[in-house]
């Protein structure tokens, strides 16, 4: 078996590192006075890891029915069980949306106080930012569709929150590399440009918006129909 392809992903990373290491250094204080309000409402995960305290409340939520015995009851008040995914997902929308709200509470409020409340001094241009902000929420929305197929649909809330913490983690990031280097070589094609994943940290309303918009919609119309029916035909208990 060749390993061309896995020695082409790693001089990927490689490049990728070099030009990283060519960047100019700027310090957190710089960065700091160069802050304006609009770009801190528009990067409510400055941390990357910050996902995670979304993703995982998310699968205790969806699985907690389930693990208690609820759902047997609550399923029983409507008409069609699968009804009660759809209600879920409703919800996690907006424990999304409020969550993103305090990760750009959180940015404001580490600014100023890190810069002696002097850090933002521009507003920027709030239309970008909020349109930046819906970008990443519907992105946001679509890791929990596959989340809830996981916990709701099959029934495992172990592997939805391994998978969570992968989504959130950013793990899958030197694999994006490799893949893309290998994808770009032959296809002129970069998987990762599809990946709610890898465009909840690139895509802003300038940038890959339309690839954003698609790629939550697709996701969020199989996961969320594929847990209903799947759900529709299990026993509850």
Excluded at 77 to 83: A, E, H, L, M
Excluded at 166 to 175: C, D, K, M, P
Aim: hydrophobic share 55%.
């Amino acid at each position: 078996m060749s390993n061309r392809p896995i020695q082409l992903g790693l001089d990927a990373l490689a490049a990728n590192l070099s030009a990283t290491a060519e960047e100019p250094y700027v310090s957190m204080a710089e960065t700091i006075k160069r802050a304006n309000f609009a770009e801190l409402l528009s990067d409510p995960f400055v941390f990357s890891l910050s996902i995670i305290l979304v993703l995982i409340p998310a699968v205790v939520f969806s699985y907690a029915d389930l693990a208690n015995g609820f759902i047997k009851n609550i399923a029983g008040q409507v008409s069609n069980k699968g009804y009660t995914v759809v209600s879920k997902f409703v919800v996690l929308c907006v424990h999304n949306l409020i969550f993103m709200f305090v990760g750009v509470l959180g940015n404001i409020f580490s600014v100023l106080i890190v810069s002696s409340f002097s850090g933002i001094k521009e507003v920027g241009n709030i239309g970008t930012a909020l349109a930046t902000f819906a970008i990443k929420w519907l992105l946001l929305m679509a890791l929990t569709a596959i989340l809830l197929f996981f916990t709701t649909g099959l029934k495992n809330k172990t592997l939805a929150s391994v998978i969570g913490v992968i989504f959130g983690s950013g793990a899958l990031s030197i694999l994006h590399l490799m893949i893309d280097d290998i994808a770009q070589r032959a296809l002129k094609f970069n998987p990762s440009d599809y990946d709610p994943t890898v465009l909840m940290g690139s895509a802003s309303a300038n940038v890959l918006v339309v690839n954003a918009i698609v790629v939550s919609l697709v996701v969020i119309a199989i996961f969320i129909p594929l847990t209903v029916k799947i759900f529709n035909k299990t026993d509850v208990k």
